[in-house]
């Protein structure tokens, strides 16, 4: 109460304040005041709340910047419009508990307002940049200046909406760089009752620049924004609240996000301290195509194409005169007109690799499939288009647009899924155009095909593993559990891959020819046809199919069913645009793709996988033949372990898989014990594990390393350079600038742990997820287990000896 009545007494608070700025203070109670000339610095000093006038004006303002920056970098402006003409300003609690800025003759220039009268409020600068106003006694926030943001967004700091309290945070850029206050240079997340939302960058209240609706992993217009170690972000969406919020990794260093009325840009500046200059890290829009609506509407906006403008698959522009004077505002318009009264005669043609479009005319919803989604879409004459509305996990949700489709761009990599509505007439046309269009080949793993399967096995759908067991004679592990997979029609799967066309072989083995395929409702697929002639395979048919029928992981590869019909069986999967790992390490053109981060997402990837597969799926399983070849990348790079046609079930709990007398796998990817004895366990799995991520960080195949030095193999060379103490030589040249070290060597060292000569002596898959994951100590390997050149008796009459089909038979000895 006394303190109420001090804060009236302004003379007697300058004095106050007079004998207590000589040292730092962070916070101020109702009886103290903030005058013009001194200043609040937060309890780290990285932070300072104060008077400033901007450039040459004589203009004060009270804000807060960096206290340790030298180039006076403001984050937060209070009287943003409303300056103070002289050095007369002060800050300070009135009775009722709000904040006053009062200017000349004590007139108020700035407010807080609806804050409710609290017995003892103070007002404190926090570490984060944040200026709060707490009610002291219950602990809670009365106002603070993160939910009243100015140009700046810093870590910790909500970019959206409070829907139980109707606030908006958003970001207002600074008129000019003298002038604080908001320009018409905005940038807001959307908020519409069940539309996706997205945030979007304004001139005005024209669009300038959309991010792309949030997609479970980041904004769909922003494939880059990615587990970084700068910094990390999310987006929470839910009934209470919809906002982005970005947090520093390390605590030293500082970065912030800024809008720019001159410039137009919203970028993110890291401060480099050895340069004493603020660097860009990253700015949008970033190119022609991020300018919103650049291509009209139905248009595709590609950097790269010429011209970069072209109109959707089925879309034709709406005058071709002005588009050819590169006009593209009209954009354009379908080729065929959609005939939604008989609405079963349209269907989707999908697309991939797109930034969705503008989500102002979409209804999401989280909790309805892809399936469910389709119809939705299907039975509403102006639903456009669908996708999933978290890509997370094979995607989940539902969004659908209505009406034209606005601002879509096409990324070369991390572009997303959209299903198009196309008219009858127009899907054969796109079907047509799609066979004869790539002939992107993928390398899919080695199955042995052949033996001819008993029609009705499959044919019942519901197959009991009981069943297999009779005709499988490797004595395993069989879950007494249904096999539940859908099956495709022969003739369904010849129309997809235009009769099995040699424009659509993907690839070929000794079990026969894998096709590129689109299904009738856009769907791609790969059909991996077993030849009739093959003479082996049908136990590795089968393994494939009652296994990976039962896998559902992000990081294996899907398998979308089967087709057994008279002579024919074939395997449908999903279909991986971006081909196989060893692709994309082995290849000279795609190697550069491949840059750090990426890399060790995918290490990550197939770690997870294999965990998976070893501890966390229903089954406990072996895989056996892991390699480079056999790990297919989505369109977003993501890693899938395929080909489990030599995959074994373990029994029960235990971990040791067994013995076998017939040793199949791929030379240099296999366990010592393995290939010696034929003893596999999942430990073996672990070794091939070590050797990918060897091949994953140095681009260079296990299998044919030679080193003019020393007649050493891969594992060899490495463990030579750890002993060394050069383990980075190891390393992928092209990775030099992208590469964090740590995370390299942490690498290097767990793969050597992998590839240990004795069983016991590797992690198990848990481990290895943990070591890649955490900075958790660890062991010193020992030498591992590798043999310089291995005499092997291949059996080349039972495999084919292309690089993509490497199963290498070795006779036990
Ligand atoms: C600032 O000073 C100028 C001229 O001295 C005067 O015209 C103006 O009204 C003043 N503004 C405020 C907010 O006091
Ligand atoms: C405190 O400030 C608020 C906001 O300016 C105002 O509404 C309120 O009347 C003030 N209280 C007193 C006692 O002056
Ligand atoms: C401030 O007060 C003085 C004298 O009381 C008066 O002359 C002046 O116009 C006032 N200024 C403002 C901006 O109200
Ligand atoms: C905007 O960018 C320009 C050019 O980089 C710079 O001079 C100016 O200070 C920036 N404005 C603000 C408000 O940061
Ligand atoms: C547009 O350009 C194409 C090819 O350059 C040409 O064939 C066509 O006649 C042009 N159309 C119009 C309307 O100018
Ligand atoms: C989503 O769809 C499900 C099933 O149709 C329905 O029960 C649910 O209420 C919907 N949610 C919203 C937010 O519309
Ligand atoms: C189609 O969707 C629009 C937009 O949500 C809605 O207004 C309209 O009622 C729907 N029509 C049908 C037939 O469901």
């Known amino acids: 109460m006394v303190h109420l009545l001090f804060s009236l007494m302004m003379g007697t608070n300058l004095l106050f304040m007079l004998s207590t700025i000589c040292f730092a203070v962070n916070s101020i109670s109702p009886s103290q005041s903030v005058p013009d000339g001194t200043t609040l610095v937060s309890k780290d000093g990285s932070f300072e709340l104060g008077f400033f006038n901007s450039g040459s004006s004589t203009n004060r303002y009270l804000g807060i910047w960096y206290k340790n920056i030298p180039v006076r970098t403001v984050v937060w402006v209070a009287n943003r419009c409303n ?42 600068l926090l570490d984060s940049g944040n200026l709060v106003l707490m009610d002291v006694v219950a602990g809670t926030y009365l106002w603070q200046s993160f939910d009243y943001p100015s140009d700046t967004l810093l870590p910790g700091m909500k970019l959206g909406w409070d829907s139980r309290t109707g606030l908006e945070r958003s970001l207002s850029a600074w008129k000019n760089s003298e002038d604080p206050c908001p320009g018409d240079f905005t940038d807001r997340i959307q908020m519409q009752l069940n539309t996706y939302p997205e945030a979007y960058v304004r001139i005005g209240t024209a669009k300038y620049y959309r991010t792309g609706p949030w997609n479970g992993l980041r904004f769909s217009g922003s494939p880059e924004l990615r587990p970084n170690p700068l910094f990390s ?8 609240e919809v906002y982005y919020m970005y947090d520093l990794q390390e605590k030293s260093v500082i970065s912030r996000v800024v ?55 089925g879309f034709k522009p709406k005058s071709q005169e002005k588009w050819n004077l590169t006009d593209w505002s009209l954009g354009c318009v379908r080729k065929k007109p959609l005939s939604c009264q008989g609405r079963d005669k349209d269907g989707f043609v999908k697309f991939s690799g797109l930034k969705l479009p ?100 499959i044919h019942r759908r519901r197959t009991k ?135 060790f997402d995918i290490i990550c990837g197939i770690a997870r996988g294999l965990l998976y597969l070893h501890q966390d799926s229903r089954l406990r399983i072996i895989h056996r033949d892991l390699k480079a070849s056999n790990v297919l990348l989505d369109n977003e790079m993501t890693p899938k372990i395929s080909d489990f046609g030599l995959a074994r079930i373990l029994v029960g709990g235990d971990q040791i898989g067994g013995n076998t007398n017939r040793v199949v796998g791929t030379y240099g990817y296999m366990a010592p014990e393995y290939a010696l004895d034929g003893v596999f366990s999942v430990k073996s799995d672990v070794f091939s594990f070590g050797i990918l991520v060897l091949e994953v960080i140095s681009g260079i195949k296990n299998k044919g390393f030679y080193h003019p030095n020393h007649s050493q193999n891969l594992v060899g060379h490495a463990w030579k350079l750890w002993n060394e103490g050069q383990p980075l030589e190891l390393i992928d040249p092209c990775l030099a600038s992208s590469c964090m070290v740590s995370e390299a060597l942490r690498c290097i060292h767990v793969s050597l742990l992998c590839v240990q000569h004795h069983p016991e002596d590797r992690p198990n898959m848990a481990s290895v997820v943990i070591m890649l994951g955490s900075e958790i100590a660890l062991t010193h390997p020992k030498q591992p287990g590798f043999f310089t050149r291995m005499e092997s008796h291949e059996e080349g009459n039972q495999s084919s000896s292309t690089n993509e089909m490497s199963i290498t038979l070795l006779e036990p000895r």
Request: negative net charge; proline residues 2%.
């Open 233 to 240: 972000f999310k987006f929470v969406y839910n009934e209470d």
């Open 465 to 599: 593993l009981k069943e297999v067991r009779e005709t499988n004679q490797n004595n395993e592990a069989e879950p007494k559990e249904d096999l539940e997979l859908p099956l495709f029609d022969v003739t369904t799967i010849a129309t997809a891959t235009d009769n099995f066309s040699s424009d659509n072989k993907l690839g070929e083995g000794g079990f026969g020819s894998v096709y590129k395929g689109t299904l009738a409702d856009g769907q791609e697929i790969a059909a991996k046809r077993l030849s009739r002639s093959s003479g082996q395979g049908f136990n590795e048919f089968m393994n494939e199919v009652i296994l990976i029928a039962k896998l559902q992981h992000r990081n294996l590869v899907k398998l979308l069913g089967c087709c057994v019909q008279g002579e024919e069986k074939m395997l449908i999967y999903e279909y991986m645009p971006n081909k196989s790992l060893d692709s994309f390490l082995f290849d000279q053109t795609g190697e550069l793709l491949l840059y750090w981060p990426k890399r």
């Open 259 to 313: 809008l720019n009325q001159t410039t137009r840009s919203r970028d993110r500046f890291t401060w480099i301290e050895a340069d004493q200059t603020w660097r860009a890290y990253s700015s949008a829009p970033r190119d022609l195509c991020d300018h919103y609506g650049f291509c009209g509407a139905n248009g595709n906006c590609i950097i790269g194409e010429n011209p970069v403008c072209q109109c959707l698959k």
């Open 358 to 457: 503008d989500t102002t005319l979409s209804w999401v919803n989280k909790t309805i499939n892809l399936e469910e989604c389709r119809a939705k879409c299907l039975n509403n004459c102006s639903c456009m288009a669908y996708t999933s509305q978290d890509i997370r996990g094979g995607g989940t949700g539902c969004v659908i647009w209505f009406g034209d489709l606005i601002d879509i761009r096409q990324f070369p990599v991390g572009g997303e899924e959209l299903y198009i509505r196309m008219s009858a007439s127009e899907l054969e046309d796109n079907d047509r155009r799609l066979k004869t269009a790539m002939t992107v080949a993928i390398t899919v793993a080695a199955i042995v095909s052949g033996l001819l399967l008993a029609g009705y096995y």
């Open 83 to 124: 300056p103070i003409n002289d050095s007369s300003g002060m800050l300070m609690i009135n009775s009722t508990s709000n904040l006053m800025l009062l200017g000349q003759n004590k007139s108020v220039v700035w407010w807080t307002s609806s804050v409710q009268n609290v017995q003892s409020a103070r007002l404190e």
